[in-house]
T-cell receptor, first 114, second 111 residues
């Protein structure tokens, strides 16, 4: 059984560019959630995908968008990057859509916006 | 969503028991209490989850009083490798609801 994987591990972009981050969920999991973690802060919920549909969204602008594929892997897209988007982006997968079951986190993608 | 309050930091020595308390005064009837651990540059890792009374696993114990307005994560005999940030989360039993992380408690274990 493989765990949650994310790519790339690190990324440097400039303000105004677009970025796509990828996540492969743990085997058997059909729900993927994305979080943004700024330095010194806890992770902040961006959105969740369940069976390829968005299943909840946090307080993030529409330039943060996502996709989930039939194999339950997922992408996070961020358009018009801003300096404040610099953060660790975490993907978490779980077996059910719901918060009380455990979510398994990947190692994250460190994004730096210059 | 219930808001949680926990100490910003704690210090301990190897071999000691560490208890981290989390307050969640507005916890709802269908909320569960979950603790995660996070090492630098890694994603959070599930430690333990409970609804009421006491839960114990191979890593930690979770104590929840009858009013459920607080909970205590207990780490027995900590080691240097337990140095991490510990998050207390409270979440309702509702699909799509976000896990709300606070700033967590930074535990530093010294030899």
């Amino acid at each position: 059984e493989t765990g949650v994987t994310q790519s790339p591990t690190h990324l440097i972009k400039t303000r105004g560019q677009q970025v796509t981050l990828r996540c492969s969920s743990q085997s058997g999991h059909n729900t993927v959630s994305w979080y943004q973690q700024a330095l010194g802060q806890g992770p902040q919920f961006i959105f969740q995908y369940y069976r390829e549909e968005e299943n909840g969204r946090g307080n993030f602008p529409p330039r943060f968008s996502g996709l989930q594929f039939p194999n339950y892997s997922s992408e996070l897209n961020v358009n018009a990057l801003e300096l404040d988007d610099s953060a660790l982006y975490l993907c978490a997968s779980s077996a059910l859509a719901g918060p009380q079951e455990t979510q398994y986190f990947g190692p994250g993608t460190r994004l730096l916006v210059l | 969503l219930a808001k949680t309050t926990q100490p910003i930091s704690m210090d301990s020595y190897e071999g000691q028991e560490v208890n981290i308390t989390c307050s969640h005064n507005n916890i709802a009837t269908n909320d569960y209490i979950t603790w995660y651990q996070q090492f630098p540059s890694q994603g959070p890792r599930f430690i333990i989850q409970g609804y009421k009374t006491k839960v114990t696993n191979e890593v930690a114990s979770l104590f929840i009083p009858a009013d459920r307005k607080s909970s205590t994560l207990s780490l027995p005999r900590v080691s240097l490798s337990d140095t991490a940030v510990y998050y207390c989360l409270v979440a309702p039993n509702q699909a799509g609801t976000a896990l709300i992380f606070g700033k967590g408690t930074t535990l530093s274990v010294s030899s």
